[in-house]
């Protein structure tokens, strides 16, 4: 309070201010006010860190001027409470334009230092703190926001209440000490209401697409020398409103390491790959990346007379290998069994497996003393070479071996010998129920023979990348990651409906929930293709991360996380190739800026 009678602000302010806290013994009458005070964010850069701000119109460009504290007081929601939030006007003194501090273009004009303390995202009637809405990013079954509303339900109620039960103890004191007058208290402030679920997804909305440039640029900057190709058509079915129907596949186009380089809606697999091809050749010539090897497919390998479609789709990589997925090639076969709960099924599998692979026997024989030593260790003496393969799981032939194909001969001998020593009397259970369909199992083999080649590993192609190296009874074994197939791609595929919540969402929230769990995807993806983490940090926020580095190899000459690199800058890579699709993974920029304006 000023000497005229008038609030001033003060010369050192704070960025935050809390409530003075309850009195632990009272000696007068207590108030409500010290129980269900809300601390207060003061939002006033310019007066806070004197930061120079400068008018966003181009033809003005003048620095901006404090206008004083803005009336409205907001209220933010909390994980249990809520919070008020204040800003101030900035004012330019040459257009004679107003700004509150609290708008995306002055917040982007401070370093990111500065910016990440504004931890609120606003809309009309509503301010939302992002701690809450860092509950929602972790895609999975479950959690969405409905759930979310209920968790912060319960968390404010039980705060609330336990605040009434401080207020009350404090007053229910004077009551019994027997006074002439009966004191009487102002009954506590009734609790906030919640906002729905739906305003709810509407700021996780906003949340993703003010970060949309940095999740597509990370998108965008993903690149692989072994590639893979699937399609699905599970999750095109939570499209609605107008979108809906105009999509009946979703093909992705996958690395090494399981990240997703593109993601596409398209109404049918053929034509419709074309541009999504072309753009991921020239993605790759713009980067000056070396074009990948190998192209993993469950259908299109190969044809028999002239070039196929998939390689005049990626004409632009001309030494492209493409490579039918030994799974789905299985499976194929498998389409001869009269069912698929038969008791030699799975013995019909593993066997079909070995006709086709072979272990590495260096591997093998380096797996066989590491597991010799330590079942020594443990009291096992006089093990044979049977009893002890016995102890081999299949995990630590997977981890530790390579595989590699037998050859397209040696294969179709072994599968010739396999299917045919099947469809006799071997091949029947413990009833007399045959495994396979004799006529139909000898019309697929038939057909399915010519693809034999198609399955084997390229040559002088690395499928194999060591992740790191463990030690078993005293001998150390590498880790091996293998880049064989399209079941990332798989996987990937089935994790698609914990990306979007609910059973349907509009082109704006499919598009942009898919994109926020294919960023996450790929850091996860990323963060497993070593044994273990460089940083026991966990965040997805790149921008972040790079200017932690800056700062942290400025002062301390080193980077904090060595293992980040900064994506390039996106440059409307899928806008281009994409804005004739009735769906595309890249927003339209019109409709981004006309939906932000309506929830400022």
Same mark, same amino acid.
């Given at each position: 309070?000023?000497?005229?009678?008038?609030?001033?602000?003060?010369?050192?302010?704070?960025?935050?201010?809390?409530?003075? /806290?309850?009195?632990?013994?009272?000696?007068?009458?207590?108030?409500?006010?010290?129980?269900?005070?809300?601390?207060?964010?003061?939002?006033?850069?310019?007066?806070?860190?004197?930061?120079?701000?400068?008018?966003?119109?181009?033809?003005?460009?003048?620095?901006?001027?404090?206008?004083?504290?803005?009336?409205?007081?907001?209220?933010?929601?909390?994980?249990?409470?809520?919070?008020?939030?204040?800003?101030?006007?900035?004012?330019?003194?040459?257009?004679?334009?107003?700004?509150?501090?609290?708008?995306?273009?002055?917040?982007?004009?401070?370093?990111?230092?500065?910016?990440?303390?504004?931890?609120?995202?606003?809309?009309?009637?509503?301010?939302?703190?992002?701690?809450?809405?860092?509950?929602?990013?972790?895609?999975?079954?479950?959690?969405?926001?409905?759930?979310?509303?209920?968790?912060?339900?319960?968390?404010?109620?039980?705060?609330?209440?336990?605040?009434?039960?401080?207020?009350?103890?404090?007053?229910?004191?004077?009551?019994?000490?027997?006074?002439?007058?009966?004191?009487?208290?102002?009954?506590?402030?009734?609790?906030?209401?919640?906002?729905?679920?739906?305003?709810?997804?509407?700021?996780?909305?906003?949340?993703?697409?003010?970060?949309?440039?940095?999740?597509?640029?990370?998108?965008?900057?993903?690149?692989?020398?072994?590639?893979?190709? &699937?399609?699905?058509?599970?999750?095109?079915?939570?499209?609605?409103?107008? %979108?809906?129907?105009?999509? /009946?596949?979703?093909?992705?186009?996958?690395?090494?390491?399981?990240?997703?380089?593109?993601?596409?809606?398209?109404?049918?697999?053929?034509?419709?790959?074309?541009?999504?091809?072309?753009?991921?050749?020239?993605?790759?010539?713009?980067?000056?990346?070396?074009?990948?090897?190998?192209?993993?497919?469950?259908?299109?390998?190969?044809?028999?007379?002239?070039?196929?479609?998939?390689?005049?789709?990626?004409?632009?990589?001309?030494?492209?290998?493409?490579?039918?997925?030994?799974?789905?090639?299985?499976?194929?076969?498998?389409?001869?069994?009269?069912?698929?709960?038969?008791?030699?099924?799975?013995?019909?599998?593993?066997?079909?497996?070995?006709?086709?692979?072979?272990? &590495? %026997?260096?591997?093998?024989?380096?797996?066989?003393?590491?597991?010799?030593?330590?079942?020594?260790?443990?009291?096992?003496?006089?093990?044979?070479?049977?009893?002890?393969?016995?102890?081999?799981?299949?995990?630590?032939?997977?981890?530790?071996?390579?595989?590699?194909?037998?050859?397209?001969?040696?294969?179709?001998?072994?599968?010739?010998?396999?299917?045919?020593?099947?469809?006799?009397?071997?091949?029947?259970?413990?009833?007399?129920?045959?495994?396979?369909?004799?006529?139909?199992? /000898?019309?697929?083999?038939?057909?399915?023979?010519?693809?034999?080649?198609?399955? /084997?590993?390229?040559? &002088?192609?690395?499928?194999?990348?060591?992740?790191?190296?463990?030690?078993?009874?005293?001998?150390?074994?590498?880790?091996?990651?293998?880049?064989?197939?399209?079941?990332?791609?798989?996987?990937?595929?089935?994790?698609?409906?914990?990306?979007?919540?609910?059973?349907?969402?509009?082109?704006?929230?499919?598009?942009?929930?898919?994109?926020?769990?294919?960023?996450?995807?790929?850091?996860?993806?990323?963060?497993?293709?070593?044994?273990?983490?460089?940083?026991?940090?966990?965040?997805?926020?790149?921008?972040?991360?790079?200017?932690?580095?800056?700062?942290?190899?400025?002062?301390?000459?080193?980077?904090?996380?060595?293992?980040?690199?900064?994506?390039?800058?996106?440059?409307?890579?899928?806008?281009?190739?994409?804005?004739?699709?009735?769906?595309?993974?890249?927003?339209?920029?019109?409709?981004?800026?006309?939906?932000?304006?309506?929830?400022?």
């Amino acid at each position: 309070m000023s000497a005229k009678g008038k609030l001033e602000l003060q010369d050192h302010l704070q960025l935050w201010y809390f409530p003075p /806290q309850p009195s632990l013994i009272y000696h007068q009458l207590p108030t409500s006010a010290r129980f269900f005070a809300h601390p207060l964010l003061l939002w006033m850069p310019y007066r806070l860190w004197k930061v120079r701000f400068l008018c966003t119109d181009p033809a003005c460009k003048h620095t901006l001027s404090s206008g004083g504290l803005h009336r409205r007081v907001r209220q933010v929601l909390d994980i249990d409470r809520f919070y008020n939030l204040v800003t101030e006007t900035l004012i330019c003194s040459k257009c004679r334009r107003s700004y509150l501090s609290w708008n995306r273009e002055i917040l982007e004009q401070l370093d990111m230092a500065h910016r990440s303390e504004f931890r609120v995202i606003l809309t009309r009637r509503y301010a939302c703190d992002i701690r809450v809405i860092r509950l929602l990013r972790e895609r999975g079954l479950g959690n969405g926001p409905v759930r979310l509303i209920g968790q912060l339900k319960e968390n404010h109620s039980e705060e609330w209440l336990k605040r009434v039960a401080c207020y009350t103890r404090a007053c229910a004191g004077f009551i019994s000490k027997g006074c002439l007058l009966t004191p009487t208290f102002e009954e506590p402030p009734k609790p906030v209401a919640l906002p729905s679920y739906k305003w709810l997804s509407v700021v996780y909305s906003q949340d993703i697409l003010y970060r949309l440039e940095d999740i597509k640029a990370s998108i965008t900057s993903t690149y692989g020398s072994i590639l893979k190709l &699937d399609s699905t058509r599970k999750i095109t079915k939570k499209l609605s409103g107008p %979108a809906k129907g105009t999509a /009946q596949w979703l093909t992705s186009v996958g690395n090494e390491m399981g990240q997703v380089l593109i993601s596409v809606l398209t109404a049918g697999e053929g034509p419709g790959l074309d541009l999504m091809a072309g753009g991921l050749v020239d993605r790759y010539e713009a980067a000056g990346v070396d074009p990948p090897v190998a192209l993993y497919v469950d259908c299109g390998c190969c044809k028999e007379v002239g070039e196929t479609k998939l390689k005049a789709r990626f004409s632009g990589w001309p030494n492209l290998i493409v490579r039918l997925d030994i799974w789905h090639f299985m499976r194929r076969l498998a389409v001869g069994c009269t069912t698929d709960a038969h008791q030699l099924y799975p013995t019909f599998m593993a066997r079909m497996s070995a006709c086709i692979f072979e272990w &590495d %026997a260096a591997d093998l024989n380096k797996l066989r003393e590491a597991k010799r030593a330590q079942l020594t260790g443990h009291g096992w003496t006089a093990l044979t070479e049977k009893q002890l393969d016995r102890q081999i799981t299949k995990e630590e032939l997977e981890l530790h071996c390579r595989r590699r194909t037998r050859g397209e001969e040696q294969t179709i001998q072994l599968l010739d010998q396999l299917i045919s020593e099947l469809i006799s009397d071997k091949g029947k259970d413990a009833l007399g129920v045959p495994l396979l369909d004799p006529i139909r199992m /000898q019309h697929i083999w038939r057909v399915q023979k010519r693809h034999v080649k198609c399955i /084997q590993d390229p040559p &002088d192609v690395a499928l194999y990348t060591q992740t790191g190296t463990i030690k078993k009874g005293g001998v150390e074994l590498q880790t091996l990651r293998c880049a064989r197939g399209s079941t990332s791609l798989e996987s990937f595929h089935c994790h698609l409906n914990r990306f979007i919540p609910g059973n349907s969402a509009n082109t704006l929230n499919f598009q942009i929930y898919l994109l926020d769990g294919l960023h996450r995807w790929n850091h996860n993806r990323a963060a497993a293709a070593v044994e273990t983490e460089t940083s026991g940090l966990r965040t997805y926020s790149g921008e972040l991360v790079h200017s932690v580095n800056v700062d942290y190899e400025r002062v301390f000459g080193k980077k904090l996380v060595p293992s980040f690199t900064p994506p390039a800058k996106y440059t409307g890579f899928n806008t281009k190739y994409y804005a004739h699709c009735p769906v595309f993974t890249s927003l339209n920029f019109f409709v981004i800026q006309n939906w932000l304006c309506n929830f400022r």
